[in-house]
């Protein structure tokens, strides 16, 4: 988010994060709501699961376990969110740069992104790659889905909100 790595990170109950960016010409602000997936705060999580306009489902590929919860948090965001249509959504797999590590395979990654309609990224936060790629495709998801509601809406498919100069946009990392 801010071009620093962490060597020893140490997850807390959530930490959030406010960065101005310029998506395709235009100013966005985005808030992101680190969770960390910490499983004490999930009453806290849900709460953010409200608010959150696109979510980056996050796992460690040396990690099965990790991968493995991205199925659990996937659940819940969909029971919580359960009246609305599309939910942006990007499967995430980190620690790219630990390839010798590797424990979730990039088909079997892949594989679980397609059977749930999304998009699968491989990162790495320690050398940076794809890491504005995953928010930039979150923020196009969460664009296109706004734009579609405010189309619904006005029933010419116009956009109201294309004079703004800048949009606001929630996003949870888990």
Known sequence: MYDEFVED?????????????VLD????????????????????R???FRSGEGFLLVFSITEHESFTATAEFREQILR???EEDKIPLLVVGNKS??????QVSVD?????????????????????????KVFFDLMR?????????????????KNKNKNKKSFKERCCLL
């Open 97 to 102: 740069d630990l390839e010798d590590r590797r």
């Open 108 to 132: 079997e990654a892949r594989a679980k992104a397609e059977e749930w309609g999304v998009q699968y990224v491989e990162t790495s936060a320690k050398t940076r790659a794809n890491v504005d």
């Open 80 to 82: 919580v969110k359960a």
């Open 46 to 48: 849900d709460n953010y």
């Open 9 to 21: 990170y140490e997850p807390t109950k959530a930490d959030s994060y406010r960065k101005k960016v």
């Open 141 to 157: 998801e969460v664009r296109g889905k706004k734009m579609s509601e405010n189309k619904d809406k006005n029933g010419k498919g």
């Open 25 to 44: 010409g235009e100013e966005v602000q985005i808030d992101i709501l680190d969770t960390a997936g910490q499983e004490d705060y999930a009453a806290i």
